[in-house]
């Protein structure tokens, strides 16, 4: 009753060139540059905070 029966069938394959000008037939499509692979940074270890004295403890900061 509530069902639909839908065929799997493809229409049959043809050739390009049956329905394809002569002009488009040699068209290739863009390629695409690879990207390279990202480098990550190893993790630094984290600082032991009873190795450094009070204040002294290295300050890790790209700013220079």
């Known amino acids: 009753p509530g069902r639909r029966l839908e065929s799997l069938r493809l229409p049959e394959l043809r050739v390009a060139s049956d329905y394809l000008q002569e002009h488009e037939l040699p068209a290739k499509f863009k390629k695409f540059k690879k990207k390279g692979k990202i480098r990550k940074k190893p993790k630094q270890e984290p600082i032991d ?16």
Do not use: I
């Not at 905070?49 to 300050?59: K, R, Y």
């Open 49 to 64: 905070v009873e190795e450094h004295e009070a204040g002294n403890a290295p300050l890790h900061t790209d700013d220079t």
